[in-house]
């Protein structure tokens, strides 16, 4: 079941969701183009046993 995760962009400050996918595994990253400014984001994913998602995002300079 894929439902949309509301997350913040760390460029524009744009609130949007992206879809995780629970069957990908519980510890899931990569780089994801903010849907308003286009810059890359790095999406960090981790899914608890209670299957509760937890979406960090950071942008590429500041790793
Ligand atoms: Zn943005």
């Known amino acids: 079941m894929l439902a949309p995760y509301p997350?913040?962009?760390p460029y524009c400050g744009?609130?949007?969701?992206?879809?995780v996918d629970p069957t990908a595994g519980s510890?899931?990253?990569y780089i994801e183009d903010c849907?308003?400014?286009c810059c890359?984001?790095?999406i960090d994913v981790r899914i608890d046993d209670d299957d509760q998602v937890h979406?960090?995002?950071s942008g590429e300079d500041d790793a």
């Open 7 to 9: 997350i913040q962009c």
């Open 14 to 19: 744009e609130h949007f969701g992206i879809l």
């Open 27 to 29: 510890a899931q990253s």
């Open 35 to 37: 849907q308003v400014c």
């Open 40 to 42: 890359p984001m790095n």
């Open 55 to 57: 979406v960090t995002v």
